[in-house]
């Protein structure tokens, strides 16, 4: 058996410590083997009595023996007696930290089982948070409580209301400030690469209006407090500390339970080294969220930095209860453990060995244990509505602390300094804490009434109805409420159609007057996520029949036999490629809409100067849209079909018709067998023709046009006949109108004897 080394404590591991002289007379290896045998295998009061009868033998006591019975005792959940032997070590030697998990996790173990009411219990912030560093105070960035989380109007970096709310390109949005403080080129949230406000050149991120507003309005203390506590991070990264705290105070006299709130201002009055007021103020945190360990943690750093280790050691301990695996604090607790027996032995001339319980010692060991009792999690809390509530509230958590600090609770019996009732006992006897932690809100009105018209809860903050006004949340452009919001990069809100269609028109705000050409030229047109939710979770009914206009809008939209949208340009055909380049405000909203119905169709017709267009046309099929910076796109389409107009008319400042669709007439018999003799034979005339062609002219053709279709095994199959005819139709040298005709022709036959004449036509030009 190693008896030189320390085998720090692992899964399924035993903690050894080192014999002050293995040697010694009465130290038996052989029992001692079987007593770390008894560890490794569970049955902890074996090695106990094993380590006792090894030091009953010796001369002097053993400081190795007496620390290994001490663990022993302390496995087996016998405090009291592994607190005796841990003195007796103690007054032989320094207790080391290393030397005390077991004793701190004991302690722990107990405290969580029996005043927490659940083993395996973990106080965690929820997921997602972020801390957020202030003057270089330590991070205590988690939420309060699960119900305090992110909320509808929580920032997702600094996990507090929204100050100063902007959106980004993505929809995302979030606090100026911490936006501001963001070097990473991308959003926090979904990590989609940013372009505005990270080059010197871009201009700054602008406050979304609305927002900003409609957060006023509903959380009007709440915004005033976080202006002001916003002003008080800014003053002391200035290292105004005065004037920062004067800022803290402010709001905390809005919102007295914030518990960020008050973690920060507990963090800047150590900073200041004003402790006293630190430990306050976390008293004060620990008492509005008694099972939150990062509250605990603070306390005892502020305890600690007053130097008043005892109590500093109590929060310790409940830290590890609420944490088991925050290895940290464990270690910070056994320093303090430390250094508290080895205060004791320093100062007060107590011969070893000393009996445990004798004098102060026994009473500054076992007192912080005894404490922990008076933890206990409030039954009722104050809503955010009820701030007397809370005032009241935290006074009595308040003196309740300090009663515990002062250790005036007169019903503990370890405060008489002649008790002697061990720590495993006082732990047993600490009543368990009330069921269900997470606070209690008030529903009143902003007059403390009780009312009956709030929202229900969003994650954890209260929606006053009455407050809530659809006319907050109305598009400036078509006085309706907000569909698919959209914020420009100076901050104001449309709906996204009615902002394009405005910038189809002039490239700058609506509002404003600020150039958008960059946000044009990046499509920057996402939805506001967080108004979406807000409209959908609040004014669900209005939402709903703004979203029923819309869709018979595009219903009608969508409709290519009543109202046809239709872009009057130029000739097209079938099966033939007609790229377009679109930039008059009419057309940009044509072809926008014409992809939004998800149709992706529209029909070209050449221009009349009596009727406006053409009575016959073609239908494209978008393929692509490319757009350029200024609002201009190129369009790839390409032919479907012929049509027929029945009517003109006009939508929004472009070009409609009412039409129906042209299909060739069905031949059979021995017209049937005619038409496939004069197809091939206009077939094998057109190829030669376009054979004799100089070859310029073919490359010019065959860079816009293509090559010329192959022959089709059967004309009649499609309904606008032979893709080649089309093809020949479009490259050669005929005017439109004369294009139109025969476009308008139902009979394939007669079309391809029109073609025949006109191939005879320009090759007789030709050669002449």
Request: charged residues 25%; aromatic residues 6%; contains cysteine.
């Amino acid at each position: 058996m190693e008896t030189g080394h320390i085998h720090h404590q692992g899964p399924g591991e035993v903690f050894v410590h080192p014999l002050s002289n293995p040697g010694a007379a009465g130290i038996c290896p052989e029992m001692l083997e079987v007593a770390e045998e008894a560890n490794t295998a569970g049955d902890y009061d074996l090695a106990a009595e094993i380590y006792s009868s090894q030091l009953k033998d010796v001369p002097q006591p053993d400081r190795g023996l007496c620390l290994r019975k001490a663990d022993a005792l302390a496995r087996a959940g016998r405090v009291s007696e592994a607190l005796e032997s841990y003195c007796t070590a103690a007054g032989i030697g320094k207790l080391q930290p290393h030397e005390l998990p077991l004793l701190v996790e004991t302690i722990a173990k107990s405290l969580r089982e029996k005043e927490l009411g659940a083993p395996g219990m973990h106080s965690q912030g929820a997921p997602g948070m972020h801390s957020q560093g202030h003057g270089g105070a330590p991070e205590f960035g988690e939420c309060p409580e699960e119900d305090e989380a992110l909320d509808l109007f929580s920032c997702r970096l600094c996990c507090r209301l929204l100050l100063d709310p902007t959106t980004l390109e993505c929809g995302h949005t979030f606090c100026k400030p911490c936006l501001d403080q963001q070097a990473a080129p991308e959003c926090a949230q979904c990590k989609v690469k940013l372009s505005q406000g990270q080059q010197s050149s871009s201009p700054p991120r602008r406050i979304n209006v609305v927002l900003s507003s409609l957060l006023e309005k509903l959380f009007f203390t709440e915004s005033k407090a976080r202006k002001l506590w916003g002003e008080g991070e800014l003053l002391w990264k200035r290292h105004s500390l005065k004037e920062a705290l004067d800022k803290y105070n402010t709001a905390l006299d809005l919102v007295p339970s914030s518990g960020r709130l008050l973690v920060q201002r507990a963090e800047l009055h150590m900073e200041m080294l004003n402790f006293s007021q630190a430990v306050q103020d976390a008293s004060s945190l620990c008492c509005i969220s008694p099972h939150w360990t990062k509250a605990h943690y603070l306390k005892a750093t502020a305890l600690t930095k007053a130097s008043r280790t005892d109590e500093a050691l109590l929060e310790y301990f409940i830290c590890v209860s609420l944490k088991p695996d925050w290895t940290q604090v464990k270690l910070e607790a056994q320093k303090v453990l430390s250094d508290l027996f080895s205060s004791v032995f320093e100062k007060e001339d107590i011969p070893t060995p000393l009996h445990p319980l004798q004098g102060g010692l026994a009473t500054r060991l076992i007192k912080p244990a005894a404490l922990l009792g008076s933890l206990k999690a409030p039954t009722h809390r104050a809503g955010p509505c009820s701030s007397s509530s809370q005032d009241s509230e935290l006074s009595v958590c308040k003196s309740v602390d300090d009663s515990r600090l002062t250790g005036s609770v007169t019903s503990d019996p370890l405060d008489d300094p002649s008790s002697s009732k061990s720590l495993s006992s006082v732990l047993a006897a600490l009543p368990a804490s009330p069921g269900g932690l997470k606070r209690k809100r008030s529903v009143e009105g902003p007059s403390g009434a009780p009312s009956k018209l709030l929202k229900p809860v969003c994650g954890g903050r209260l929606v006053p109805a009455e407050l809530l006004d659809s006319g907050d949340l109305e598009c400036s452009l078509c006085m309706r409420l907000f569909y698919e919001p959209v914020t420009t990069p100076c901050g104001h809100t449309f709906c996204r159609k009615c902002l394009e269609r405005c910038l189809d028109h002039n490239p700058n705000c609506p509002l404003c007057k600020e150039n958008l050409s960059e946000f044009l030229a990046n499509r920057g047109f996402n939805k506001i996520l967080l108004m979406e939710e807000v409209l959908q979770r609040y004014l669900g009914d209005e939402l709903a029949d703004r979203k029923k206009i819309h869709e018979e809008e595009m219903k009608e939209l969508s409709n290519l036999n009543q109202e046809v949208p239709i872009f009057v340009c130029t000739m097209a055909f079938p099966t033939i490629p007609c790229p377009l380049h679109v930039f008059e405000p009419r057309y940009r909203l044509m072809i926008r809409r014409s992809m939004e119905t998800g149709t992706k169709q529209f029909g070209m017709c050449i221009a009349d100067d009596l009727k406006g267009f053409a009575d016959y046309g073609c239908m494209l099929q978008v393929r692509d849209v490319k757009f350029f910076p200024d609002g201009r796109s190129v369009v790839d389409t390409i032919g479907v079909s012929r049509f027929k107009v029945l009517s003109h008319g006009q939508r929004d400042g472009y070009n409609t018709a009412k039409i129906e669709y042209l299909e060739d007439k069905k031949v059979e018999g021995e017209e049937l067998v005619e038409l496939l003799k004069l197809h091939d034979m206009v077939y094998e005339q057109a190829n030669s023709w376009f054979t004799s062609l100089r070859d310029n002219m073919k490359s010019q053709i065959l860079s816009h046009f293509g090559q010329l279709p192959t022959r089709d095994p059967d004309p009649p199959a499609s309904s606008s006949g032979p893709a080649w005819c089309w093809w020949l139709l479009a490259v050669l040298p005929l005017e439109n109108r004369a294009q139109l005709a025969i476009l308008a022709m139902t009979s394939l036959k007669e079309r391809l004897m029109a073609i025949r004449r006109v191939l005879i036509f320009v090759t007789r030009k030709r050669s002449r």
